[in-house]
C-alpha cells in the first residue's frame, strides 16, 4: 500500500512518475528498474512473454526495489484483470478502451463492492494468503490504479463519455496503435498524431483526468512532460539494453 500511496500523492501534486516497459522475465530486472530510481515499470502481458507463473515474480521483485508494479493486460476481460490483481500487482493497465463502457467494466472487474463487482477471494498473495482481514484487505485492494488506454479514433470519438467515468486514475495514450489508425503507422511525431495527443490532453485536463504516455525518445518524453503528462513510460528494458549496448560499443571502438 505504501508504494500506491506514494505514487498516488505524486500525481496528486502535480509530480511526473516514469517508467519501462518491462518484457523480460527476470526478477531482478524489476529489481533494478527501482534501484535506478523509476517510480513504476509496465508488466506487459499484451506484448510480452510473461504468463502469471512469471507475473507473481516480476511483482515480487518491484516490491523489493520500491517500485510500482502495473501490469498491463492481455485484454479487458474479468479474469485477465483480476489475476494480475490478486497477485498483488499496483495497478492494473488495459488496452483498447474505446467507449464508456469499457472503461466502466475495466473498473467493475478491478474493484471490489461497492466500488465494482470484483470476484472475491481472500487467498491470494495480494491478500498475503489470508493473513490480513477480510474487510481490510477489500478495502486495501480497492486502492489499486486502474488505468486505460485510448489509442485509436473509436476511443477519440468517445473521450468525452469515457473522461465522465468515475473510479480509473490515469487515461494513457498509446502514440503508435494511434499512429496505425490516423493512417500513419509508426510515425508517432508526424503533426497529425501530435495534434491528436494534445487534443486528448488538453481535454483529459479540463476533466480533472491524470493523462500518460509512452515515448521512446528523450525528445518525446521532455514534449509531453511540457505538455502537462504525468505518467511517463519511457522505452522498454530490451530496448534499454539494447541501445546500451549499441553505446558501449560505438564508444569502445571509437577509443
Known amino acids: 500500500m505504501m508504494i500506491i500511496n506514494n505514487f498516488k ?6 509530480g511526473v ?10 526478477a531482478s530486472f524489476m529489481e533494478i528498474t527501482g534501484y535506478a530510481g523509476f517510480d513504476f515499470a509496465i508488466l506487459d502481458m499484451e506484448h510480452g512473454p510473461a504468463g502469471f507463473a512469471e507475473l507473481q515474480n516480476l511483482i515480487r521483485g518491484a516490491a523489493l526495489g520500491g517500485l510500482a508494479s502495473i501490469v498491463r493486460a492481455s485484454d479487458s476481460s474479468e479474469i485477465a ?19 464508456a463502457k469499457d472503461a466502466q467494466a475495466v473498473i467493475r472487474a478491478a474493484k471490489f463492492h ?4 470484483r470476484g472475491m477471494c481472500h487467498f491470494v498473495r495480494a491478500a498475503k494468503y489470508s493473513s ?12 489499486a490504479l ?10 477519440i470519438e468517445a473521450l468525452d463519455e469515457i473522461l465522465g467515468v ?3 486514475d490515469i487515461l494513457f495514450i498509446g502514440p503508435y496503435d494511434l499512429s496505425q489508425s490516423l493512417g500513419i503507422p509508426g510515425e508517432v511525431a508526424h503533426p497529425k498524431v501530435v495534434d491528436a495527443i494534445t487534443d486528448i490532453t488538453v481535454r483529459a485536463r479540463k476533466a480533472g483526468v491524470v493523462t500518460g ?30 541501445e546500451a549496448c549499441k553505446n558501449i560499443l560505438k564508444n569502445i571502438k571509437n577509443e
Open 9 to 14: 500523492q505524486k500525481l496528486s501534486n502535480s
Open 114 to 117: 461497492p466500488a465494482g463487482a
Open 17 to 26: 512518475v516514469y517508467g519501462p516497459f518491462m518484457k523480460s522475465l527476470d
Open 132 to 143: 490480513i482481514p477480510r474487510n481490510e484487505y477489500y478495502a486495501q485492494a480497492n486502492e
Open 213 to 242: 504516455i509512452f515515448a521512446d525518445t528523450f525528445e518525446a518524453a521532455k514534449r509531453w512532460k511540457n505538455a502537462g503528462i504525468q505518467y511517463i513510460s519511457y522505452s522498454t528494458d530490451v530496448g534499454i539494453y539494447t
Open 81 to 99: 484483470i483480476s489475476k494480475a490483481l490478486d497477485l498483488g500487482a499496483s495497478g492494473i493497465q488495459v488496452p483498447h478502451i474505446t467507449s
Open 146 to 155: 486502474v488505468i486505460l488506454q485510448v489509442e485509436g479514433k473509436k476511443g
Open 166 to 168: 468515475t473510479g480509473f
